[in-house]
């Protein structure tokens, strides 16, 4: 009869809930290499359409191909999406292209600044109208 009280005794331990637990809950650990983007509302504060001449800009435009669309979630850039990887500070941000590949975007009075990489030269983007 004494085995069969511990008996139920165990089953009874073993039936909790999990995360029932009394005390705070544990924290996560943060991955070196990821980075928080919930808040992406410095990036939306620069959404919108930018190239490098007027031509870029127009809908008409058959030759022009030097026309950024900015999301709060990445950029479009000739079909491709690159999307949001790091919030550097309220105007700069790093995205990952398709293939893999590292581009930053900085805004600065109104211009965006694109670095393709840390060996390309830049190219500044005025807002479409």
Not at 80 to 103: C, K, Q, Y
């Amino acid at each position: 009869m004494r085995s069969f009280l511990i008996f139920c005794l165990v089953v009874a331990a073993c039936g909790e809930p999990v995360g029932q637990e009394d005390g705070p809950a544990p924290e996560l650990t943060r991955v070196e290499g990821m980075h928080d983007l919930t808040d992406r509302s410095a990036l939306a504060a620069h959404v919108g359409a930018y190239g490098v001449s007027a031509a870029d800009c127009s809908p008409d435009n058959l030759y022009m191909g030097e026309m950024i669309e900015v999301t709060d979630v990445g950029f479009a850039y000739r079909g491709d999406l690159h999307t949001l990887a790091e919030i550097i500070d309220d105007d700069s941000f790093r995205f990952t292209a398709p293939d893999g590949a590292e581009e930053r975007i900085d805004f600065d009075e109104g211009s965006l600044i694109r670095w393709p990489n840390e060996h390309s030269y830049r190219t500044i983007y005025l807002p479409c109208s």
